[in-house]
T-cell receptor, first 113, second 108 residues
Framework: EAQVTQNPRYLITVTGKKLTVTCSQN?????MSWYRQDPGLGLRQIYY???????DKGDVPEGYKVSRKEKRNFPLILESPSPNQTSLYFC????????????FGPGTRLTVT | KNEVEQSPQNLTAQEGEFITINCSYS?????LHWLQQHPGGGIVSLFM???GKKKHGRLIATINIQEKHSSLHITASHPRDSAVYIC??????????FGAGTQVVVTP
């Protein structure tokens, strides 16, 4: 089954404790992207990647890191999480010429206390 | 100011009614996208448009590049169409900017 998986789905953590949210897709997609969704602010793009070893900043990259060492994986790293990073996070993927046809993961609800 | 504006923010319709959601943008784009977010939170891509019109079932999306405006229409609306509809604009390199979304409720 074609899918984008994210882990964990829910996470409660404390300020400053490094964490990684994994994202994996099984569709051989070149393009992958991370978004956060906050009430009143909607979806905002954090980082995106057009291919292996190629990553670019979205609108809200501060406080996040990503890497794209393999085509299927695109982890999101929070080196020192802060409460303002409490949010719902989505990973998505698509073929690079079909960015409008993204497959979204189920979301990761992160709470930083 | 958000570079992607959607209207209305909220919309309630009776089953069978024709629904229109509007999206205006102020930046140059490669394509415009419409997404649907289900009440459970899952997000699905509906359309990608760079010109003209696309139709999928009861959903129709149009774009006017000169006016920087797109519309999403739902014909013969049904309660299962209740969702948040999100407009996004993208450049050629994969950067996307999103509208705030339109909450649609269709009552039986």
């Amino acid at each position: 089954e074609a899918q984008v998986t994210q882990n964990p789905r829910y996470l409660i953590t404390v300020t400053g404790k490094k964490l990684t949210v994994t994202c994996s897709q099984n569709m051989n997609h070149e393009y992958m992207s991370w978004y956060r969704q906050d009430p009143g602010l909607g979806l905002r793009q954090i980082y995106y990647s057009m291919n292996v070893e190629v990553t670019d900043k979205g609108d809200v990259p501060e406080g996040y890191k990503v890497s794209r060492k393999e085509k299927r994986n695109f982890p999101l790293i929070l080196e020192s999480p802060s409460p303002n990073q409490t949010s719902l996070y989505f990973c998505a993927s698509s073929f690079r010429d079909r960015v409008g046809e993204q497959y979204f993961g189920p979301g990761t609800r992160l709470t930083v206390t | 100011k958000n570079e992607v504006e959607q209207s209305p923010q909220n919309l309630t319709a009776q089953e069978g009614e024709f629904i229109t959601i509007n999206c205006s943008y102020s930046v140059g784009i490669s394509a415009l996208h419409w997404l649907q977010q289900h009440p459970g939170g899952g997000i699905v891509s509906l359309f990608m448009l760079s010109s003209g019109k696309k139709k999928h079932g009861r959903l129709i999306a149009t774009i006017n590049i000169q006016e920087k405006h797109s519309s999403l229409h739902i014909t013969a609306s049904h309660p299962r169409d209740s969702a948040v509809y999100i407009c996004a604009v993208g450049d050629s390199w994969g950067k996307l900017q999103f509208g705030a979304g339109t909450q649609v409720v269709v009552t039986p």
